[in-house]
């Protein structure tokens, strides 16, 4: 449905709205929004008092720039330096390896809960300040039945003494004794509460209690590249909530002492293997000089030698660090990482010049080069053994003064004051959400809504309008105060509050009606409606009693035979009415009832007929309605409705006016002009219409244009 937003006026039955109207209609319905609005405000307040509180508990864990053990620092070095990158870190905090130790450490696969009245008991304990019952439970096993893990409920017998039930469990139990019976296993190791109070007992698996965890955990990064990291947990239970915070932090700290610890045992672990053989090496090298030197009567090298064997065991020093790097690397990095690829890349460098080393030998004299080359063995050896034992030491102290590269900034601390419910927030969302829905409530009912809302609607189909007859606010204050039934005491308006704006209306009718119905055939006026509740008996018994002050003699007859009322109005009974005389039962003069507080005359309907509308087609009818025309100067006769029954069609054809009675947004225009087709049909002419019920509305004064003055004439009281 589509609607457009505009200044002009707008007809009801079209698919536009202006804004005029839609103001005017808000007006209208503010009962209606403030109403809704305070409802979901209501409720809201009522969720922010009742809801369980949601505690926080937050610590700051620093990440240093992570520190390599003492065979790779030198490489180390030779790379660009860069803050350690949070994604891996927070990705294995909340990791099951950390939150599972963390869960086997408390315990958590044990839930418990307090039992309290559902949805408010709980909200209502905290509110009255009961102090809520605590258990600790140190270790829980619940075997499955039936292949399901049964739900046990543990209730407080006092003195330490408890019973467990649920499932096939009945059991007696004592605080610090281990309980254990068919497939259960449990230590309950506090118990604090009231006699009679029970609890919740789940056992959870420990993959469902990692996950319980992980949705209320949260790690962060306090900024980019910053190497701080912000670890958050939510619970309804703020010192449970800091325990599980802090062993989740430190059981990160641990594994990462562990980790550093673990990379230094795999390096002493190679270094164990490497010492002995180096050692046997070396032994072999300086028998092997030795040897030689003796058999050629230690023979000694020159200078030169000298300062070439001296740059060849530097080569060789440096390609075995190389080669212990190389084996540690290699636990760390691929053969593609830069690190990798520089250490390799140094290793080229040194073969280079140990080849030229080489050919400055292959100059010498045989015998030089031979002690040159058995020298050099020992010396290299001598050096790679030295070098093993230093870094055998290192490794150690390392191994044993490992602390990571992780630091707790900040411990874990809850929160004093619970961070949800956000009362305002939620406070203030339930009195939006109220006003938007009765705004929505209120659009929806503009848009079904098919009633008439202003005598334009009825004159654009070319039926007059003769009055409009608002709604009788004394009525309503009577109605709401002793109720309203057909079967108790009805409301004579004329006669009871003749001041009232109603009748007012209904006066102006009666000038209206002179002049309509001068060109008549007669002094009989028909009022019919489209529908029933349309108000015809209210309209013409009010009409009735408004013509007889003016000095006229003035009949009302109950036209309706079916559900006809009006004997209640005027307080007397169905006996000898319109029924009996149309059936020859009574006479004329038997049925005239006299309305003293009104001063006009009447007939009821009589008892109800099996065929009204075959009574009504009788001569007696029509010869009925001559005899009252010729002894009142007007006759009114009350019909049931148009659409409904065809009574008042055969009536219309004896009466010389004709109206219909049109309730305002309770019929259509499409129904008036139906009904007004339907006499034409039968050949009734209908004059004109009566809106009752017209209620003074915003939305008609902004959108249509059309507004009575209305005025009340009343004595000043002195």
Request: include cysteine; charged fraction near 20%; glycine fraction near 6%.
């Amino acid at each position: 449905m589509s609607s457009v937003l505009s200044n002009k006026p707008a007809n009801p039955d079209t698919d536009e709205i202006d804004i005029g109207r839609l103001v005017g209609e808000l007006l209208d319905h503010r009962k209606l929004i403030i109403t809704v609005t305070a409802v979901f405000t209501s409720l809201a307040i009522l969720y922010v008092l009742f809801a369980t509180p949601i505690y926080q508990a937050d610590a700051l864990v620093q990440i240093e720039q992570k520190q390599g053990n003492a065979l790779l620092n030198d490489l180390t070095q030779m790379l660009p330096n860069s803050h350690p990158e949070s994604s891996p870190e927070i990705a294995l905090l909340q990791s099951r390896m950390i939150l599972g130790k963390t869960v086997d450490d408390l315990n958590l696969q044990a839930e418990v809960e307090q039992n309290y009245f559902p949805v408010f008991g709980r909200g209502w304990a905290r509110l009255t300040g009961e102090v809520a019952g605590k258990v600790a439970i140190e270790r829980l096993y619940v075997g499955k039945q039936d292949g399901k893990t049964p739900e046990l409920t543990l209730t407080v017998n006092g003195n330490n003494h408890y019973t467990i039930s649920g499932g096939n469990y009945q059991l007696e139990g004592t605080v610090g004794v281990l309980l254990e019976a068919k497939g259960l296993s449990l230590l309950v190791s506090k118990l604090d509460a009231e006699p009679g109070t029970s609890f919740t007992v789940n056992y959870l698996t420990r993959l469902n209690a990692i996950n319980a965890l992980q949705q209320n955990f949260s790690a962060a990064d306090l900024g980019k590249d910053t190497g701080m990291l912000s670890l958050i947990l939510y619970g309804d239970n703020p010192d449970l909530v800091q325990t599980m915070l802090r062993s989740i932090s430190d059981n990160y700290l641990a594994q990462n002492i562990a980790r550093q610890a673990a990379q230094d045992t795999k390096s002493l672990d190679f270094l164990q293997k490497q010492l002995p053989q180096v050692r046997s090496e070396l032994d072999s090298a300086e028998d092997k000089l030795n040897a030689y030197r003796k058999e050629k009567d230690s023979v000694d090298l020159n200078l030169e030698a000298r300062s070439t064997l001296d740059q060849i065991v530097n080569v060789d020093n440096q390609l075995n660090q190389l080669t212990f790097r190389e084996a540690e690397i290699s636990q760390l990095y691929t053969k593609s990482h830069p690190t990798y690829k520089a250490l390799m890349e140094k290793r080229e460098t040194l073969k280079e010049e140990k080849d030229k080393l080489g050919k400055q030998v292959s100059a010498m004299p045989a015998t030089q080069q031979e002690v040159l080359r058995l020298s050099r063995d020992v010396e290299s050896g001598r050096a790679v053994f030295m070098q093993l034992l230093n870094r055998q030491q290192e490794l150690n102290i390392a191994k044993n003064s490992a602390i990571g590269n992780v630091r707790i900034v900040d411990e874990a601390i809850t929160a004093p004051k619970p961070v949800k419910p956000n009362k305002k927030i939620l406070v203030l969302v339930g009195m939006v959400l109220g006003l938007f829905a009765s705004v929505v409530l209120v659009l929806l009912r503009i848009f079904l809504r098919r009633g008439i809302e202003s005598p334009l609607q009825l004159e654009e189909l070319g039926i007059n309008v003769y009055a409009s007859v608002p709604v009788s606010e004394w009525i309503a204050r009577s109605a709401s105060k002793k109720g309203k039934s057909k079967s108790g005491q009805l409301n004579f308006l004329a006669v009871d509050n003749p001041t009232d704006l109603a009748i007012e209306a209904i006066r102006s009718l009666r000038t209206t009606l002179h002049f309509a119905m001068m060109e008549a055939e007669n002094n009989v006026l028909m009022i019919s409606g489209a529908s029933p509740n349309a108000g015809k008996t209210f309209i013409t018994s009010n009409l009735a009693a408004v013509l007889s002050q003016g000095g006229q003699r003035v009949l009302f007859i109950d036209g309706d035979m079916r559900k006809g009322y009006a004997h209640q109005l005027f307080k007397h009974t169905v006996q000898h009415g319109l029924s009996d005389i149309l059936s020859g039962k009574s006479s004329v003069e038997q049925a005239i009832k006299k309305v003293p507080a009104a001063g006009f005359d009447f007939i009821s309907r009589g008892e109800i007929p099996p065929n009204p509308a075959e009574l009504l087609m009788h001569s007696r009818f029509e010869e009925l309605l001559k005899w009252c025309s010729q002894h009142y100067d007007l006759v009114l006769v009350d019909t049931p409705p148009i659409l409904a029954v065809t009574d008042a069609a055969i009536i219309g054809r004896y009466a010389g006016t004709t109206m219909l009675v049109a309730r305002f947004e309770q019929n259509t225009a499409k129904e008036i002009d139906v009904s007004v087709k339907r006499f034409e049909q039968s050949g009734v002419t209908t004059k004109g219409c009566i809106l009752n019920g017209v209620v003074k509305k915003a939305s008609s004064y902004y959108s249509y244009g059309y507004s009575e003055y209305r005025y009340s004439y009343k004595e000043d009281k002195e």
